[in-house]
């Protein structure tokens, strides 16, 4: 279950940052422009967020022996 997760959460940031890759100016290295491109594009970064969270998630279970 949580090699799944994080195969998962993987895809999906890669995902993420893939559309953030070819879809906005990638200005991501100022803090204001990255607030921007979310305010923008809030669902692309949301899967990157959904990613993160299913790694850190999967991790978890991982250390339980789940």
């Given at each position: 279950m949580a090699?799944?997760?994080s195969s998962l959460g993987?895809?999906?940031v890669l995902l993420g940052l893939a559309?953030?890759?070819?879809?906005w100016d990638?200005?991501?290295w100022i803090p204001e422009a990255a607030v921007a491109a979310v305010r923008?594009?809030?669902?692309?970064?949301?899967?990157v967020a959904a990613g993160l969270g299913l790694m850190?998630?999967?991790r978890m279970i991982g250390r339980?022996?789940?």
């Open positions: 090699r799944w997760l993987g895809l999906l559309a953030a890759w070819i879809g990638a200005l991501l923008r594009n809030p669902e692309t970064y949301g899967v850190v998630l999967a339980r022996g789940g």
